[in-house]
């Protein structure tokens, strides 16, 4: 008797062909992985007792005033949602919900925009209204650490007209002052070029502006002949609005390419290998890409990016960079699935009904009804929390070095979690090009010790899945009883 230790390195690869893979992970589903091994993601649970009637939200913020946790959805409306409280209709006159949506904090008040529409702002949870002064279209907008309101693709000061690459700075302090003078920090800067401004972000004390085709720095000088500085880094730019993350001093970002990358102050953008890049592209239609956007999910180190795949005109898909995992494992860790998520905001302050090994990460979804707000990726929750269909499959191996024809006997499970049993298929052949015969599905649980599986045959592929389940799943390294047959 000899086993066989199933120990695939973390991380999928559906890139290469299944034998090139061999000894890897070649397919999953809302599966990530965690220190080595491969666990299904969290569900999601009802974040608020309160029903709000909200539609074709693209952008949560999650804020705190005066101790109390308020959780802002751009739209077809505007909403002020208090956890089991109260959701208020705060759309101002002038909205314009299609397209993406800008959310930021001023201190306690909220911004918002609809990019290419004006700047509004609400007080104390009070309906928005129209921040007059500010440039009349904008695309995107920041506030920065020296308390001034950036907007980026807006109108020129003195002709004002809309330009694509116009950056427009209010004055420190002030909501209302956008007219640069010898006696203020306001500023207006026209950047390099033909490409639209796509999309910005803070990063430190900096401010990191996408076109569609090229990365910008800016830099506060305190000048007030030149209060704002930007230059040129790099030739990549951003494919849509929302389509980056920050993880520390670190962007991550997808171009107009699809391709990712990571940039850092004071280094070239780099691009990230992408082992599942393949499949992705010709599922991500182009005609969607603008919706593409991203988190960082922080408890695991993660930046996933969520997109419209199989024709869809709403988000259907993601996949996932595991930076702490790659990190560790030396090689780059992705991993992707089917999830329906319209808009994510993560705020690690946010109070959770549930245990200290979730995260506080806040979504808003549909499921062909009206919207709600949800906890997401929360493991085990029960109700509304159950588990989404998830799976993982190993790319065809030998288990015997010498390629030999094998019995499979049974199995030594290795799982973890508190759920309801998975199933595991085997798939065996004899050579590359047959078709495999299919043992299975085989349940599984916990409790399982051995599970007979007999068949045989050189070439193995193996399938664990379920349905979606209220629990939660790791998998180990399983052991597989083998009898070598000697055929070759």
């Known amino acids: 008797m000899s086993y066989f230790a199933l120990a695939a390195p973390p991380g999928i690869v559906s890139d290469d062909t299944t034998f090139a893979s061999k000894g890897r992970w070649a397919d999953g589903n809302n599966v990530r992985f965690y220190q080595g091994l491969p666990q299904t993601i969290g569900g999601n649970v009802n974040a608020t007792s309160v029903i709000a009637t909200f539609a074709d939200v693209t952008k949560l913020l999650v804020y705190t005033v005066s101790g109390t946790t308020n959780i802002a959805c751009a739209g077809q409306t505007l909403t002020r949602n208090v956890l089991d409280v109260s959701s208020t209709d705060i759309t101002p006159a002038a909205w314009t919900g299609g397209g993406r949506h800008s959310l930021v904090m001023w201190g306690d008040v909220l911004l918002a925009s609809n990019s290419g529409g004006k700047l509004f702002q609400s007080i104390a949870g009070a309906r928005a209204t129209h921040v007059t002064q500010a440039p009349a279209n904008i695309t995107t907008l920041l506030v920065t650490g020296t308390r001034q309101v950036m ?10 007209t809309f330009n ?21 920090l306001s500023d207006e800067v026209i950047l390099e070029g033909q490409e639209p401004i796509v999309g910005a972000t803070l990063l430190g004390e900096h401010v990191v502006v996408w076109t569609s085709g090229a990365l910008y720095l800016g830099s506060f000088t305190g000048d007030p002949s030149q209060p704002w500085r930007f230059g040129k ?34 280094q070239e953008p780099a691009q990230i290998p992408c082992p599942i890049s393949r499949e992705f592209m010709q599922d991500c239609g182009p005609e969607q890409r603008s919706n593409i956007f991203a988190f960082h999910n922080s408890k695991f180190g993660e930046v996933w990016f969520f997109y419209a795949g199989n024709g869809n005109s709403f988000p259907t898909s993601y996949i996932a960079f595991a930076v702490s995992e790659t990190a560790a494992a030396q090689r780059p860790v992705w991993f992707k699935g089917l999830l329906g998520i319209d808009a994510i905001a993560e705020d690690p302050l946010l109070a959770t009904p549930f245990s200290a090994s979730e995260t506080s990460l806040v979504t808003l979804q549909s499921t062909g009804g009206p919207y709600g707000l949800f906890r997401f990726d929360c493991a085990g929750a029960g109700g509304q929390g159950a588990q989404p269909f998830w799976h993982i499959t190993t790319a065809d191996q030998y288990f015997d070095e010498s390629q030999k024809r094998v019995l499979i006997r049974s199995v030594l499970p290795d799982l973890e979690g508190n759920g309801p049993a998975a199933t595991m298929h085997l798939y065996v052949r004899g050579r590359p090009h047959e078709t495999p015969l299919e043992k299975g599905p085989l349940g599984l649980n916990y409790q399982t010790e051995k599970k007979g599986c007999r068949c045989s045959g050189k070439i193995v592929s193996v399938k664990f899945s379920a349905a979606g389940t209220d629990g939660f799943v790791r998998l180990g390294k399983p052991l597989f009883d083998v009898v070598p047959l000697g055929e070759r």
């Open 151 to 160: 907007a980026l693709g807006c109108n020129e000061v003195v002709s004002g």
């Open 233 to 266: 880094v790099a030739d990549v730019g951003l494919v849509a609005l929302d389509a980056f993350a920050v993880r520390g001093a670190t962007a991550y970002f997808m171009a107009p390419d699809l391709r990712v990358y990571a940039y850092s102050i004071g």
């Open 164 to 184: 694509s690459r116009c950056i427009r700075i209010s004055h420190t302090e002030s909501l209302t002052d956008w007219t640069p003078s010898s006696s203020n």
